[in-house]
C-alpha cells in the first residue's frame, strides 16, 4: 500500500474544487441516533495533505483499506440508558458493511470533541441493575459487525478515559477491550489548521449543519457542509505590533452552562462588566434548571436584567459584524479578542470531571495577552506537556491544580481580576513573545490529532 493521506469514507458526499465546499450526510438509518459527521469532514477540509474524504462506496470498490468514522453527540448517553438493548449503536451503510467482511475497514467510532466519562459503574443502579453503558453498545456493535479490536477503534476527549476503560473491562471480566481506544482532543490541530490558513490565505472554515430532531436524545443530523468563508479574514501576523487594546478582557460564553453562570456573577459582583468584551446570551428559565440554577432567586432576576449583553446584540461599539464573525469563523475568535483584548477569561465546555480541553483554550493562545481558564483541573499541565507556554509572569496559575471544583473556579477569576486590576503597571512585552511562540506552535508543531491520523495510517497499511 502506497503511503498518503488517510482515505476517509462517507456515506453521502459531494464536493467541488472550484466553488469549494464538501457537504456529508448519514444514511437514514442512523437518523434516529446520536450520530453525526461534522469533526471528521473539517479535519479532512484543513488538512488534505493527511486526510482524503471519499464516498464511501468510492472507496469500498477499490482494493485499498480505509476508515469508516461513526461521529457520537453529547446526546449518546441517554440514548444508550433508553434504546433497546437489541438496537446498534450505528448502521454500516451496505458498502461499508461489504469491506469490512472483506477486512479492510477500520470503523473510527469518535466522541473526541466532548469530554463525558465513558463508564460509571453506579449510574443507573446496582447489582448488574445499570443499563448499557456506551462501552457496552460499542462492544455489541464490533460483535455484530464482526470487526475485531484493530479494526474498531474508540477516541474520546476524555484524557482520562484509558482509565475508564479498564475499569469497565475489569467489571466485564474480559482479558482485553474489544476495541483499540485513544484518548485524543482534535481541537488544538484544528486551531492550528484555522491558524494556519488565516495566516497563508487570510480565510477560515465555515461549518455548516443541519439538524431535524427526531426526539429528545436522537438527534436527527442531516448533513454538513463545510467551505472557506467570504467574508476577509485579517489573519494572525507574527510580529505584528499591537493594537491599542479597546477592551480590558474577553469573556465569551455561547452555551449556558453553571460554571459560566458563576463566572458572570462574579464578574458582575465585582463591578467589572462593563470593562470587558462579554458574551452571555439571555438562557431559559429551562435551560437553568437544567444546569441547577434556579432563575427565581433575587441575585439571579438581576443578573437576567443584564441579558443578552451588548455584544450579543446587533452591533457592538459600532462593529455590526462582531457577532456574524463569531459564528461564521469556527476556529478562530474574531478580531477584537484576538488582538485588542488584554486579558481573556477562558469559560472550558466542562469545569469538573475528567480532564478536557476544548478549542476555546487554543483559541485563546493566539489572544494580545494572558488568558485564565475556568476547566478541569490539569488544563495548564496539559497544554505545558505538548509544549504550549503559558504565563506564570504574569498570571498567578496555581488555580490550575486546585482539587475543588467551585475553589478552582474562584481562583481563576481571582488571578484574571487581578490581572485585570493592574493591567497599567503589567509589562505585557513578554505576553507577545508567549504569543508568538504559540503561534508558531500552532502552526508548526506536531500534535495529538497528527499522531492519531499516524496511527490509523500505520493500521491500513497492516490491513493493505
Known amino acids: 500500500m502506497t503511503p498518503g493521506p488517510l482515505p476517509v469514507g462517507f456515506d453521502d458526499m459531494s464536493s467541488t474544487v472550484d466553488s469549494g465546499w464538501l457537504r456529508v450526510a448519514l444514511g437514514s438509518a442512523n437518523r434516529d441516533r446520536p450520530v453525526w459527521t461534522y ?5 479532512c477540509w484543513l488538512f488534505p495533505h493527511a486526510m482524503r474524504a ?7 470498490a477499490g482494493p485499498a483499506p480505509f476508515v469508516y468514522p461513526v461521529e457520537l453527540r453529547f446526546e449518546v448517553d441517554e440514548w444508550c440508558a ?11 451503510p451496505p458498502d461499508a458493511e461489504r469491506a469490512s467482511a472483506a477486512g479492510r ?21 446496582t447489582n448488574g441493575a445499570q443499563p448499557p453503558a456506551l462501552l457496552d453498545r460499542l462492544a455489541a456493535f464490533g460483535q455484530w459487525y464482526g470487526l475485531p479490536p484493530e479494526r474498531l477503534w474508540l477516541v474520546s476527549g476524555n ?16 482479558a482485553r477491550p474489544p476495541f483499540t481506544f485513544r484518548a485524543c482532543e482534535p481541537f488544538s490541530a484544528f486551531v492550528g489548521g484555522c491558524t494556519a490558513q ?9 461549518a455548516d449543519a443541519v439538524f431535524r430532531r427526531q426526539g429528545r436524545y436522537a438527534i436527527g443530523w442531516q448533513s454538513t457542509t463545510v467551505s472557506w468563508s467570504r467574508l476577509p479574514f485579517p489573519g494572525i501576523r507574527e510580529g505584528q505590533p499591537a493594537p ?5 478582557y474577553a469573556c465569551l460564553n455561547r452555551m449556558f452552562r453553571r460554571h459560566r453562570w458563576q463566572v458572570l456573577d462574579r464578574l458582575w459582583r465585582a463591578d467589572v462588566l462593563d470593562r470587558g468584551l462579554v458574551s452571555f446570551p439571555r438562557p431559559s428559565a429551562e435551560e437553568m434548571r437544567f444546569e441547577g440554577v434556579d432563575p427565581t432567586g433575587k441575585d439571579a432576576r438581576e443578573l437576567l436584567e443584564l441579558l443578552p449583553l451588548t455584544v450579543d446584540r446587533p452591533a457592538h461599539f459600532g462593529d455590526a459584524a462582531f457577532f456574524t464573525d463569531n459564528t461564521a469563523f469556527v476556529g478562530l475568535h474574531p478580531p477584537a479578542v484576538l488582538r485588542e483584548c488584554a486579558l481573556e477569561l477562558v469559560t472550558e465546555t466542562r469545569q469538573e470531571g475528567c480532564r478536557f480541553v476544548s478549542e476555546k483554550t487554543f483559541k485563546a493562545l493566539l489572544g494580545r495577552g494572558p488568558a485564565a481558564v475556568v476547566g478541569t483541573r490539569g488544563v495548564l499541565s496539559y497544554l505545558h506537556s505538548l509544549g504550549v507556554r503559558t504565563w506564570p509572569d504574569h498570571l498567578d496559575e496555581r488555580y490550575d491544580d486546585v482539587s475543588d471544583a467551585g475553589a478552582r473556579l474562584a481562583a481563576a477569576v481571582d488571578a484574571a481580576l487581578a490581572v485585570d486590576a493592574t493591567l497599567a503597571d503589567v509589562d505585557l512585552r513578554g505576553v507577545d513573545e508567549v504569543r508568538e511562540a504559540n503561534l508558531r506552535w500552532l502552526v508548526d508543531a506536531p500534535k495529538p490529532w ?10 491500513l497499511r497492516r490491513l493493505g
Open 198 to 206: 488565516s495566516l497563508w490565505h487570510e480565510r477560515a472554515p465555515v
Open 244 to 248: 491599542p487594546r479597546r477592551f480590558r
Open 105 to 125: 475497514l477500520v470503523v473510527v467510532v469518535s466522541i473526541a470533541h466532548e469530554g463525558r466519562p465513558l463508564y460509571e459503574p453506579d449510574a443507573g443502579g
Open 159 to 174: 484524557l482520562d478515559g484509558a482509565a475508564h476503560v479498564e475499569s469497565w473491562r475489569r467489571a466485564r471480566g474480559l
Open 54 to 60: 471519499a464516498p464511501v462506496e468510492v472507496l469500498a
Open 39 to 43: 469533526w471528521f469532514p473539517l479535519m
Open 450 to 459: 497528527d499522531r492519531l491520523v499516524g496511527e490509523l495510517s500505520d493500521t
Open 82 to 92: 433508553q434504546a433497546p438493548t437489541d438496537l446498534p449503536l450505528a448502521v454500516l
